[in-house]
Nanobody, 115 residues
Framework: QVQLVEAGGGLVQPGGSLRLSCATSGFTFSSYAMSWYRQAPGKQREWVASITSTSRTSYEKSVNGRFTISRDNVKNTVYLQMNGLTPEDTAVYYC?????????WGQGTQVTVSS
């Protein structure tokens, strides 16, 4: 059974940093691209960043240059390093395996950026 467990969220001041992690199990992690999504209050869930099985990365425009997605194929974990956080980054963050049909969403991890 596929499991995606996000962690690392919290309350941080504007300009601060957080590192999110997503521990996975139930599939061959190294074979799949992975993504991070987020959902802010009252808004639709949106894509944030992706990393391919060969570690090629891509980012949504508003986070490019501030966020870094990475993966550890030994620990079966994908990370999202977030720097220069702003209140607009406040959201629940989810990781997702890129596959069809899609997996169920995990519980996510809350990131709140506020002074």
């Amino acid at each position: 059974q596929v499991q995606l467990v996000e962690a690392g969220g919290g309350l941080v001041q504007p300009g601060g940093s957080l590192r999110l992690s997503c521990a996975t199990s139930g599939f061959t992690f190294s074979s799949y691209a992975m993504s991070w999504y987020r959902q802010a209050p009252g808004k639709q869930r949106e894509w944030v960043a992706s990393i391919t099985s060969t570690s090629r990365t891509s980012y949504e425009k508003s986070v490019n240059g501030r966020f870094t997605i990475s993966r550890d194929n030994v620990k079966n974990t994908v990370y999202l390093q977030m720097n220069g956080l702003t209140p607009e980054d406040t959201a629940v963050y989810y990781c997702k395996r890129i596959t069809v049909p899609p997996d169920n969403w995990g519980q996510g991890t809350q990131v709140t950026v506020s002074s």
